[in-house]
Nanobody, 127 residues
Framework: QVQLEESGGGSVQAGGSLRLSCAAS?????????MGWLRRAPGKEREEVAR????????AYVDSVRGRFAISQDNAKGTVYLQMDSLKPEDTAIYYC???????????????????WGQGTQVTVSS
């Protein structure tokens, strides 16, 4: 059973930066996974922010964070990071780490298809 533990959330002023970490455990081969960061803001639906194909090291971002956020991996530690720069009040949300086995070498099409989830970490950006 894969377990995910997020850390690094907190409060910051607009324009500031935070780095989230997601440490995975219980997996057999880390390179078989797709890792994602998703968020749920108050009153809004869950939104996928970024994902990374651990095997191919390819990444994808939602338009609203592209150029400001960067997802990266450390295979030796079984950890993915989300570096968040130029934060905006609209980035305020609970951020969740998610994982799923690659299928045909690809990440799941639908964010809801991520198999494993962390507990979430709060990010608050004040204006």
């Amino acid at each position: 059973q894969v377990q995910l533990e997020e850390s690094g959330g907190g409060s910051v002023q607009a324009g500031g930066s935070l780095r989230l970490s997601c440490a995975a455990s219980g997996y057999t081969y880390y390179s078989n996974y797709c890792m994602g960061w998703l968020r749920r803001a108050p009153g809004k639906e869950r939104e996928e922010v970024a994902r990374i194909n651990i095997a191919l090291r390819t990444t994808a971002y939602v338009d609203s964070v592209r150029g400001r956020f960067a997802i990266s991996q450390d295979n030796a530690k079984g950890t993915v990071y989300l570096q968040m720069d130029s934060l905006k009040p609209e980035d305020t949300a609970i951020y969740y780490c998610a994982a799923s086995l690659l299928v045909g070498g690809r990440c799941p099409r639908n964010p809801a298809d991520f198999r494993y989830w962390g507990q979430g970490t709060q990010v608050t950006v004040s204006s």
